[in-house]
Each structure stands twice: as structure tokens, then as C-alpha cells.
């Protein structure tokens, strides 16, 4: 029965994994392009109240990380319509709030736990809801990818082909939200972002053209996440942690094939 309960508890780990690293490296070939790869690392923090008060009230994480995600992106994107202030300082901003109020709000037992993540905690509920999403997500980047890179290198040039900047960034924005708040239980909120980032680094390194850049970034997200899962079983260190590293150690080898 144990056994059981443990290859149950892997193979709920290994599937989460794989969809959120898939979906965030390929979010982060545009998220790197868009010169925004620190905006993952901040969004992860502004999760941290609704986090703190899932750990407090006994209530599911992701909800949480999603509740806050969703409230502090929507006053990004607030500031961002009424200012000249670029995307990056606005979330600064809001990442610092966030981390103030979720220090007073977190039992300090529980800090481990939501900074680095705990793939031990996530159940069929959670893997369920995170295939559903990162297929979602999937599908929504693909659709609007052409046009964020095309705003990318150009307000002016994507306005001249009618696209709505401002209603594009808010769902650019979105999909980085809701990526965080599937994430935070393999990675905590002080991790996830280098799992949006490094794999599509990694794949920048060695790609010719955005397609071998994008799905590239996808591959290296599944790769790092399965290869993390597997030594988490195998040595028992935090899953979260040996995710990042493994993709850090495949960005220096497509780092030294580049040269």
C-alpha cells in the first residue's frame, strides 16, 4: 500500500511537472525575446500572500497564488495604462508589496515549503488542473505569439497591423500569472521563474529561427523537470531546487556548443 501511495505520489509529480516546464519554457522564448525574463522571477513573488493565507487558513495553494497573481497583475496593468513607467518597474513595485505583506502574514515554519515548493503536496486534483491549463495556455501563446513579437520590435508597427497592444500585454500578463500559480507547489514562488527562463536561454544558445527557439525552450522545460522528479526520488533533496539546477547545467552545455 505504501509503495503504491509512493509511485501514485511520482507519477502526479512527474505529469504536473512536465505540462508547467513545457508550457513556461515556451512562454519564456517571448518572455526572454521581450527583454522581460526577471518579470517571471517577480511575478512568482506577488503569489506570496495568496500563498501565505492558503498556508494559514488551510486552503489550496495554487488558489491562493492564482487569487494574488490575478489582483496584482490586474493593478500592473492598471498603472501601466495611466503611467509612462515601463512593465519591469511596476512590478517591481508590486513584487516588493506583495513580499512585505506575505512575511507578515506567513507562519515562519511554513517558509521552506512556499519559497522552493513541495511536489510531495501536490495530488490528483492538482495534476489535473495543471494538464488543463497548461494546454490552454499552450494554445492561447501559440495563437497570439506572432503578435507580441511583432509589438516586441514595435508599438507603432503593431498598431499599424491593428493589434491592441494594451488588451495583448494584459493577457501576456495573465498567462505569466497563471503559470506562477500552477508552479508554486514544484518551485515555490522564490524558483519559478527560473523555469520560465533558463530553459528558453538554454534553447536561445543553439536555435536558428523562433521555431527551434520556442519549442526548443519546451523541450529543455521537460527535460529539466523530468530529470529533477527522477533525482528528487532517487536522493530525496527538494525537487524544486534540482529542477532549476539541471536546467542551469543544460544552458552551460548549449552555452559551450555555441562556442
Known sequence: MTTLMIDSQFFYSLITSVFIG????????????????????????????GVALAVVYNFNIILGAFISLMIGIFVIWLFKTG????????????????????????????????????????????????????IIIFLILKKIFPKMILAT???DLALSQKINVKKYDLIYLVIIGVIVALGIKILGSLLIG??????????????????????????????SCILGVALFSIIGFPAGPLIVLVSAIIFLITFLLKK
Open 22 to 49: 513545457g508550457v513556461a519554457g515556451y512562454l519564456g522564448s517571448l518572455m526572454v525575446t521581450k527583454r522581460m525574463a526577471l518579470v517571471g522571477d517577480a511575478v512568482g513573488h506577488i503569489a506570496l500572500p
Open 83 to 134: 503611467t509612462n513607467l515601463h512593465t519591469e518597474a511596476l512590478t517591481g513595485i508590486v513584487f516588493a508589496a506583495s513580499i512585505a505583506i506575505a512575511f507578515l502574514l506567513l507562519p515562519s515554519g511554513d517558509l521552506e515549503t512556499v519559497l522552493i515548493g513541495d511536489i510531495t503536496k501536490i495530488n490528483a486534483a492538482d495534476v489535473v488542473i495543471s494538464v488543463f491549463f497548461s
Open 153 to 155: 520590435l514595435s508599438d
Open 194 to 223: 527560473a523555469l520560465v527562463v533558463i530553459p528558453a536561454s538554454a534553447s536561445r544558445n543553439v536555435s536558428r529561427n523562433m521555431f527551434e527557439y520556442s519549442y526548443g525552450g519546451m523541450l529543455i522545460g521537460i527535460i
